[in-house]
C-alpha cells in the first residue's frame, strides 16, 4: 500500500446548526448522505451552471467538534471561503481554513483507520483521503500500513485511473460538471433538491446535450504539453490535459473525435500520436423514443 501527502489541498470547516441545510442549498452533492467516515463528491458552480471549484467533503465527529469539512485545492481555500461566507447571510453558520492537509492512501487497505477518513467516491482505486497537519504524514502512514511516497506517484496513479483535475484537465470557470464527468463520478446528485447552477446541469442530464468530455489517452512517445490543441488531421477536436508514464486526460469534442475515429484520422497533440484508451466512451447512444 501507498500513501502520499498532497501538498496542492486545502481543508475547510463549515460548522454550526444551519451548515447542513446551507451547504445542500448551495452544492452539487447531496449533503443528508453525508455522515462521519463517509466522503462525497461535489462542486460549487455559478448560477450558469460551470465549476466555480471541485472538492471532496465529509462530516466531521463530534470528538472533532462536528460540522463539515471541505477538502479543495488549495489554491482555491481562500476564495471559495470567502464565496461561502458571502452566500451564508443570515444562516448559523461558520467557515474557516484549517491547518489541516490531505493524505491520500492506494493499492491497499488501510490496517487503521483514523478518525478523518473516508473512501475516495470516485473511484474505488483512488482509495482512502486523511485529513491530517503535514508533520503527521510518516507517522500516519506507518499507522495504516503504507510506504510514504512522493505525491507525484499519486498523480501518475490519478491519471492513469482518468479522474480529471481541475486548472490542469479543465479550467475553473469555463467547465460544466458534465464535461468533467462529475455525473460519472458521483459528483452530481440528480434527485436532490435545488442548488447554485442546477437547472442548467438538470437540463444537461435529461437532453443528454454534453458534447464535450474528459477522456482517458495513451501515448505512444512522450508527454505533450497541458493544454496544447488535440488535433484530428488539420482540425482541433480538444485541449491536452495531464499526463505521466505513457497515459493522459484531454478534453475532447466527442461528437468531432467520433466522426474522426470514423474516418480513420489520426489525433496528435503538440505533434505526438495519441489514442483513446476507450474509444466506445465517444460514442453518443441514440435517444429510445418515449412509449
Partial sequence: MKSAFLPDRGV??????????????LITTDVDRLKPGVGRFGALLTPQGKIIVDFLITEAPSGHGGGFLIDCPKPLADGLATKLKFYKLRAKVTVDILDLGV?????????ALPDLAFADPRHAELGTRILIPEDLKQKLSDLIGAELVDAS?????????????????????????HETNMDRLAGVDFDKGCYVGQEVVSRMQHRGTARTRSVKVLLEDSSPEIGVSVMAGDKAVGTMGSSAKGKGIALVRIDRVADALDAGQPLTAGGL????????????????PIA
Avoid: C, T
Avoid at 475547510?12 to 442549498?25: M, P, Q, S, T, Y
Avoid at 501518475?156 to 475553473?172: E, K, Q, T
Fill in 273 to 288: 500520436a495519441l489514442k483513446l484508451a476507450e474509444p466506445e466512451i465517444v460514442r453518443i447512444p441514440a435517444k429510445q
Fill in 153 to 177: 506517484e499519486y498523480e501518475s496513479h490519478r491519471i492513469a485511473l482518468g479522474v480529471p483535475r481541475g486548472g490542469l484537465d479543465f479550467m475553473y470557470s469555463d467547465a460544466f460538471p
Fill in 12 to 25: 475547510i470547516k463549515v460548522a454550526g446548526e444551519d451548515a447542513r441545510n446551507f451547504l445542500n442549498g
Fill in 103 to 111: 493524505l491520500a492512501a492506494w493499492d491497499g487497505q488501510p490496517a
